[in-house]
Every structure is written in structure tokens, then in C-alpha cells.
């Protein structure tokens, strides 16, 4: 799943990682940094996987305030 | 782009994941944390595109001995 900071909400990492990449000379805008977690779950179907990890992201992986999440499900 | 420990690369911050997750009564396994970065880029075709960010990735946001990383062009 990917959990990244809400449009709005100040990133500063993402700032300081813009910063940085200016210094080194490349021309960038709009960075923002989040997570990206993966995981196995046990699921009999890749809807059952994803109503897991929606529920593990709303429970402790994503701050609701702050962070939006995607869950993508493989194999 | 993500950027993610590679295998092998013991994950603290996976590990954590992982058990909390447990502790919350999921069936989880191989939990792993990385980041991802979206940020804008100028360039005239997305094969120039990605090039950048791959520079960006070498040069300062993956760590090449235990990170390994993907980019994603859009739009």
C-alpha cells in the first residue's frame, strides 16, 4: 500500500528532499514523500486482501487527517 | 518513484509493522517499509524523464548497497 501526506498538508520532507535535488542541479517542483508498505496476507480472494489492508491502514498505518492511502493487490 | 530495502536488508521499520499489526489481530508475513517520492519533472519525452529521476535516485534518494527503486512516469 502507498500512504502519502493529503494535499495541503505541509511536507517537509518532501521540502527538503526538493531542496536538495535542487542543489544538486535538477529542475523539480510539487515533491512530496510517503511510505510505501508491503505485506502478505492470508485471502481467499483479492477482495478479502484489499478489505484487510484498507483496515490496516485505517487502524494504524495511515493517520486519517493527514495521510491518504492506495492499496494494490498482486499475485 | 519507490524506494524500497532490498532483500536481504534487515527492516527494522518493517519488522515493527509487522508486529504491531499482529498485536491488532491480522494474519500478516514479510512486512517492508520504503518510501515513495512524487515530484515534477521537466523534460520533453518520458524516456527523458525517467532518466532524470533515475539520476535523482542514484545520486540522492536511494542508497545503492541496501536500497533498491522503481520509477513511474505519468502524464
Known amino acids: 500500500m ?13 521540502a527538503a528532499v526538493e531542496t536538495a535535488l535542487e542543489h544538486l542541479g535538477f529542475s523539480v517542483s510539487g515533491a512530496r514523500v ?3 508498505v508491503d505485506l ?3 485471502a481467499s480472494t483479492s477482495d478479502d ?15 486519517p487527517l493527514m495521510e491518504s492511502y492506495e492499496v494494490e493487490i498482486h499475485g
Do not use: S, T, Y
Request: aromatic share 0%.
Open 2 to 14: 502507498l500512504v502519502r501526506p493529503k494535499q495541503g498538508i505541509l511536507d517537509p520532507q518532501g
Open 34 to 36: 510517503g511510505k510505501v
Open 40 to 42: 502478505e496476507v492470508e
Open 49 to 63: 486482501a484489499r478489505a484487510q489492508v484498507e483496515k490496516m491502514c485505517e487502524q494504524l498505518l495511515a493517520n
